[in-house]
């Protein structure tokens, strides 16, 4: 016979995926069902990192709603929570840049299961050149938030992956709202006019 601890294994991570609600947005798993009248962002959790249930991206995800949709990036796009999102609120085009291979499959193969449009591609956020948007979204640490934000050339750039502590200062930009959860925090960005 089998060992209980053993029996059902290949299912057993799926408990630890849950599924968050951040205003008209639902973010669950392909085997949980969203709530009525909830705009649906579904995300199988791959190989690439995020789900959509971390305090960093629900942060994100709060700044994003008060924003106009325009053009936006997400830099650092693991499975494609943040871009699959924005483009689901709207936000027109949709890039999602990382430099996992694992990473961008995922994201692509979460947009298609969403049936929205983000133009997911390998790149290296703090070196390679970034997409002509308004809006960036990096939910990655702090240092590299400061450097990404140093090299994007719009004019709102919504950070996290960070601890509360932590306070995002890169060149150019003014913070403009915070908001923390559970030790983490999130910053939008403002550029500094001039």
Known sequence: TE???????????????????????????????????????????GRAFGTGAHPTTRLCLELLLALEPTGLVDLGCGS?????????????????????????????????????????QVADVLSDPLPPVEVAVANIAREPVERAAERFGGRLF??????????PEP??????????????????LRRVSG
């Open 80 to 120: 494609g929570v943040l871009a699959i999102a924005a483009a689901k609120l709207g936000f027109a085009p949709v890039f999602a840049l990382d430099e996992d291979d694992a990473a961008v499959a995922a994201t692509r193969a979460n947009a298609a299961a969403n049936a929205v449009e983000v133009d997911a």
């Open 3 to 45: 060992s209980p601890i053993v029996a059902g294994w290949e299912d057993a991570w799926k408990r630890f995926h849950h599924p968050i609600r951040i205003g008209p947005l639902w973010i669950g798993p392909p085997w949980e069902a969203p709530g009525d009248g909830a705009t649906a962002v579904v995300v199988e959790p």
């Open 171 to 188: 060149v150019g930009w003014q913070a403009a709202e915070r908001r923390e959860a559970e030790g983490w925090a999130a910053d939008l």
């Open 158 to 167: 919504v950070a996290s992956g960070y601890l509360a502590a932590e306070r």
